[in-house]
């Protein structure tokens, strides 16, 4: 009877294994999080220099010239035959036909299509065209600058800057002299960036071949801003939002005198995070040159020399980047003094005034300097008085890095611009 009984206990022990293994095998789950990591949040600046004025004459690009060469892009086609994927170079014709006379209209440009010789289709008896693309920047005001636009196809075309048709001809004979010229597009022009297309026609001919009916674009884009021999505006430079780079100057005088004055605007853009911003001055060099007699008589032996401490600065919150300052309109002061302290730290945005940079949307700031005595009435107005300022800075210059530095805003609410030092 025991024996029994002992037999029974096994038999139920082996089916309770095989009850469990089942069990494992048919809801078995593992849920598993791999590649964990930790970076770092990312901080990146982008500085853009859009304005800047010198005694009320205005930065601007003294001159462009751009013309139909293989620095030109081929961007698109109806019912063209080009081998290469677009987007691609131009590329220069290199026999351009004896009928072409418009060339010596346009002497300084270059023949080109999207193909070198003209392809047997494109040629043949269908009507075929090609777009071709080139951008040039121009910065400041486009009043008073001269324009000049000539243009010669084989055959017809449209011309089109940022987007508004400039001219169009669509005849046979664009390529006989003399070439179109366009001088009335003026108000097409942006500040900034620039887009020139042009898009070309090569007409059917029956029979034709690459040698009897090539296809060409030969144009020359020439504005002049009559910059002359003036200094401030064939050295002062604008650009867009970038990374800044030696050569990136916002301030380049040669020659100043009291009461002289100028602004800036620019833009702070923190990418990725939210950020405080200042402005930093330093490595600041302030060399008295030679004595002129005027300083001798005032004593004024040895360095330094005492420029930065009658350049004031008054800087704002400039939301409509105009370059003036109108607190009437909601426009906010940042910072107001002079740059005669040996790194100068000024507040964009810290713990002790303005609003944190919002990732990815620009800030602009306007900044206001003065030679002199510098005064910002209730209006916004803000004037620059010389006559306090004396013979002891002359032939002094002041030398200087101005830094734009941001810091992560989050779970650092007590920063403070004063307290930056820079590496």
């Keep these: 009877m025991n024996k029994k009984i002992l037999i029974s206990l096994s038999v139920i022990g082996v089916v309770a294994a095989i009850a469990i293994g089942g069990t494992i095998a048919y809801f078995n789950d593992t849920e598993t999080s791999t590649g964990n990591i ?37 961007v698109s086609t109806v019912d063209g035959d080009d081998p290469v994927s ?23 440009a270059t023949w080109i299509w999207a193909t070198d010789p003209t392809t047997a289709h494109d040629a043949g008896n269908i009507n075929v065209y090609y777009t071709f693309e080139k951008t040039f920047e121009w910065w400041g005001p486009v009043n008073g600058v001269t324009l000049s636009l000539g ?51 090569n007409k059917a001919m029956s029979g034709g071949t690459p040698s009897t009916n090539p296809g060409g674009l030969l144009y020359e884009l020439v504005i002049d801003g009559d910059c002359n021999d003036n200094y401030f505006k064939k050295n002062c430079t604008l650009w867009g939002e970038k990374d800044l780079a030696p050569g990136d100057h916002f301030f380049m005088f040669e020659d100043v005198k009291p009461g002289d004055r100028g602004t800036n605007v620019i833009s702070l853009h923190s990418f990725d995070n939210d950020a405080w911003a200042c402005l930093i001055v ?50 906010t002061q940042l910072f107001s003094g002079s740059l005669a302290d040996p790194v100068v730290r000024l507040a964009i945005a810290d713990s002790t005034q303005g609003s944190k940079l919002i990732a990815s949307n620009p800030v602009y700031v306007g900044l206001a300097w003065c030679a002199g005595t510098q005064t910002v009435a209730g209006d916004g107005t803000i004037t620059c008085d010389g006559s306090g300022m004396g013979d002891i800075a002359q032939s002094d210059s002041l030398t200087a890095d101005v830094t734009a530095y941001i810091e992560q805003w989050r779970n650092n609410e007590s920063f403070d611009c004063s307290t930056v030092i820079l590496p």
């Design 38 to 74: 930790f970076v770092a949040g990312a901080l990146d600046l982008k500085v853009n220099h859009v304005l800047q004025t010198y005694n009320d004459v205005y930065c601007k690009t003294c001159s462009v010239e751009i013309k139909s060469d293989t620095s030109n892009t081929v």
């Design 86 to 108: 677009m987007p691609h170079a131009a590329v220069a014709v290199s026999s351009p036909h004896p009928a072409w006379t418009v060339t010596g209209d346009i002497p300084e």
């Design 151 to 201: 243009v010669g196809t084989d055959n017809g075309y449209e011309i089109k800057l940022n987007g508004n048709i400039v001219g169009t001809d669509w005849g046979e004979y664009n390529y006989r002299s003399p070439a179109d010229v366009y001088t009335n597009f003026g108000n097409y022009i942006v500040q900034g960036t620039n887009t020139l297309e042009i898009q070309v026609k």
């Design 282 to 331: 330093d490595n600041k060099t302030d060399a008295e040159n030679d004595i002129t007699n005027s300083e001798s008589k005032l004593s004024d032996a040895g360095e330094p020399g005492e420029l930065s401490q009658y350049i004031k600065v008054f800087g704002w919150t400039d939301n409509d980047k105009d370059g003036v300052y109108e607190p009437l309109a909601g426009e």
